[in-house]
């Protein structure tokens, strides 16, 4: 079937290609919508856990997520992390105030007054033996909790009671039961186990009335090959889910070929379809990214995609992100804000700073200075196009109808923002300059437009490295159709939008 798909883009796109001439038409259609409960582009950002970041990292983290603008987050943590186990009464031992938590509390105070919404979780059950270099820390361990003992329930009621009632955090509006559960590396591996846990958690979330503050998610499966994960989840867990997520680790290939929007598009009409709620629920991509490059300097282990160094990510990511956004993908969150967050999980370095490798994904290293590579703190390319996209398709956006002619590696992303605004991305994801003529229907705006460039060699930015317009159009610009050329390995954003 997918081979079958791609022959048939294929060929569309060489019919396409015969019949056009002169400029590409894209005609915006702002009273058609193709996803009406976007949530918006965001990240992965984690508290920190193995390493502590100064006062002054943290700060210029906030810096620049002030001008990224994530409409979402996903948080990730372990029981252990706040529970050193039970006393003799079997009444769990909390550590709300150490050092873990405290790096927790500082992240989601930035998520509360700048209204970005979190999907909280945690990474797999208290038994789990993965993921443990600071194993004299892990002291829930030997009660061997896992998934669907209802003493995990219990200890995740606690938290989020505390997080949401005692704390006030209530930008927590999900809750992620287990990273990729399918996975062999998880300690549940199993379907049925963990559609237990998850309607353990959701009736000890009920009984607590937090249900009411936050939803659960599911499956957070990955691997396309492990797909039915979503369908199994739509068609059993339904009743206990308020939104359905994965991870994507798109290939190259699959990227550049506009699979993506076919293999999301239906994924998106099988939830419409098996639950009868789905309408209203949103599919989100909670972990985004191209398929791992491997080990690259300096520090960065097996478990690391190296092209975050190079412009073209940028390329690659916005591609993705827009063919999703199309096929009716709500949220899109890239794997992740900063290489500091994770390590390897089998790390014999740690807490060597100097001999741990990192999974370099990030837009930067905030301990670029404590491992002698000070040029690792600055901002890499793909944070460009990735903070332009979440700028600028905020959340409550309508993404709208934008007319495609098959050209191979040319797609665009169009939002309506409230009655009177527009934004429109446009990447070229190929070898090929070119040509375009973008309509607006029924323009009657008079708003000028900004445009901003990304591609190898041009991307301007200000003193800060953040993005700034290559051109301000007036509304006569494009009343009636903006010329717009698109470089081969290009990305365009246009948006009437202000600062």
Not at 117 to 131: L, Q
Not at 308 to 316: A, E
Not at 447 to 474: E, H, T
């Amino acid at each position: 079937m997918k081979k079958l798909l791609h022959s048939l883009v294929a060929g569309a796109s060489l019919l396409a290609l015969s019949a056009q001439a002169g400029p590409i038409q894209i005609t915006v259609d702002p009273n058609t919508a193709l996803c009406t409960n976007f949530l918006g582009f965001g990240v992965q950002w984690s508290p920190y856990p193995w390493f502590d970041i100064t006062d002054q990292a943290w700060e210029n983290n906030f810096k620049r997520l002030d001008y990224m603008r994530p409409a979402l987050v996903r948080v990730m943590t372990r029981a252990y992390k706040y529970c050193d186990g039970f006393d003799a009464q079997g009444k769990p031992i909390y550590q709300w105030e150490n050092n873990r938590m405290k790096k927790l509390y500082r992240l989601l105070a930035y998520c509360q007054q700048h209204n970005v919404v979190v999907i909280i979780g945690e990474w797999d059950d208290p038994s789990s033996t993965g993921d443990r270099v600071d194993k004299a820390a892990d002291k829930l361990q030997p009660y061997k909790i896992d998934c669907t003992d209802r003493r995990w329930s219990r200890l995740i009621g606690d938290f989020l009671e505390h997080l949401i009632k005692d704390k006030g955090y209530t930008c927590l509006k999900y809750y992620n039961l287990i990273n990729e559960p399918n996975g062999s590396w998880s300690a549940c591996a199993d379907f049925r186990k963990w559609n237990t846990a998850i309607s353990n958690l959701h009736a000890e979330l009920k009984q607590r009335d937090l249900i009411k503050f936050i939803q659960l998610t599911g499956p957070d499966s990955c691997q396309e090959e492990d797909s039915y994960w979503l369908d199994l989840a739509v068609r059993y867990s339904a009743d206990h889910l308020g939104l359905y997520d994965v991870h994507e680790y798109a290939k190259v290939a699959d990227v550049e070929s506009g699979w993506l929007e076919v293999f999301y598009h239906t994924k998106r009409k099988f939830i419409d379809r098996y639950d009868w709620q789905g309408w209203k629920k949103p599919l989100v991509i909670s972990e985004a990214g191209i398929e791992r490059t491997g080990p690259g300097d300096p520090q960065g282990g097996r478990d690391s995609q190296m092209r975050v160094y190079d412009p073209i990510y940028g390329i690659l990511m916005s591609d993705y992100a827009i063919q999703c956004s199309r096929a009716g993908v709500a949220g899109i969150l890239a794997w992740d804000l900063d290489d500091a967050m994770h390590i390897m999980n089998e790390d014999r370095g740690w807490p060597d700073i100097h001999k741990t490798l990192f999974k370099k994904w990030g837009f930067w290293n905030s301990l670029g200075n404590e491992i002698g590579h000070p040029e690792d703190t600055k901002l890499r390319p793909w944070f460009y196009s990735w903070s332009l996209m979440s700028r600028y398709f905020p959340a409550g956006c309508q993404i709208v109808q934008s007319s495609e002619i098959g050209v191979p590696g040319l797609r665009s992303l169009a939002a309506r923002i409230g009655l009177n605004n527009f934004t429109i991305g446009l990447v070229n994801d190929s070898d090929k300059p070119q040509s375009l003529k973008v309509i607006f229907a029924d323009w009657k705006i008079g708003l000028s437009m900004k445009r901003y460039n990304y591609s190898s060699d041009d991307r301007l930015v200000n003193a800060d490295g953040f993005p700034v317009p290559k051109q301000i159009l007036s509304p006569a610009d494009f009343a009636s159709g903006l010329a717009v050329e698109l470089p081969a390995r290009s990305f365009v954003l246009l948006t009437t939008l202000p600062d």
